[in-house]
């Protein structure tokens, strides 16, 4: 079993729509979560961060984390075509590792 | 922001020569960095984590041999893929972190795509 497991989509959706991406991991040791959005042949940029259970806002952007279903969420409020990207979800295993999840494709149509 | 670049973005060489490819962090020292390897539609794996002036940590199955690296200084990492192969093509990302604390925030170069032929 992986430990941290993603659809790879990949999800198409139009502009405008709220968006669903989720993760699930297999450790319920793991503490901290975080999502990665990473654009076409470039490197991941670090978009939300959050430790143990609960919800995060930023903007658009609401991170959610139910450790009793060890599953992880992030949601896309009014999408946009820029919205378009490759997220991925992650957490940090043992002393400093990053474990990624495979990341889902998004694409938001105008 | 924090700013990690990666030279080159992309390189063709030939199957058994070795290829160098350096990560900077433009405007932090970089206490730890770390090399990840991305195939196509597949996730980031880590391969090594290296601590400025340390020898680097590889992880399980990556062969420290072929992959060297080196963290010489606070604000440069290379990686020298040797004698590389076709199965080595692959995207290769660094990241850079400000301490040894995990919870702190990694900053990801732009990657380096390696095409062996």
């Known amino acids: 079993q992986k430990e941290v497991e993603q659809d790879p989509g990949p999800l198409s959706v139009p502009e405008g729509a709220i968006v669903s991406l989720n993760c699930t991991y297999s450790n319920s040791a793991f503490q901290y979560f975080m999502w990665y959005r990473q654009y076409s042949r470039k490197g991941p940029e670090l978009l939300m961060y959050t430790y143990s259970s609960g919800n995060k806002e930023d903007g658009r952007f609401t991170a959610q984390v139910d450790k009793s279903s060890k599953y992880i969420s992030l949601f896309i409020r009014d999408s946009q075509p820029s919205d378009s990207a490759t997220y991925l979800c992650?957490?940090?295993?043992?002393?400093?590792?990053?474990?990624f999840g495979q990341g889902t494709r998004l694409t938001i149509n105008p | 922001g924090a700013v990690v670049s990666q030279h080159p973005s992309r390189v063709i060489c030939k199957s058994g020569t070795s290829v160098k490819i350096e990560c900077r962090s433009l405007?932090?020292?970089?206490?730890?960095m770390f090399w990840y390897r991305q195939f196509p539609k597949q996730s980031l794996m880590l391969m090594a984590t290296s601590n400025e002036g340390s020898k680097a940590t590889y992880e399980q199955g990556v062969e420290k041999d072929k992959f060297l690296i080196n963290h010489a200084s606070l604000t440069l990492s290379t990686l020298t893929v040797t004698s590389a192969h076709p199965e080595d093509s692959s995207f290769y990302i660094c990241s850079a972190r400000t301490s040894r604390i995990s919870t702190d925030t990694q900053y990801f170069g732009p990657g380096t795509r390696l095409t062996v032929l």
């Open positions: 405007d932090f020292q970089a206490t730890t």
């Open positions: 992650a957490t940090i295993q043992g002393a400093q590792k990053l474990v």
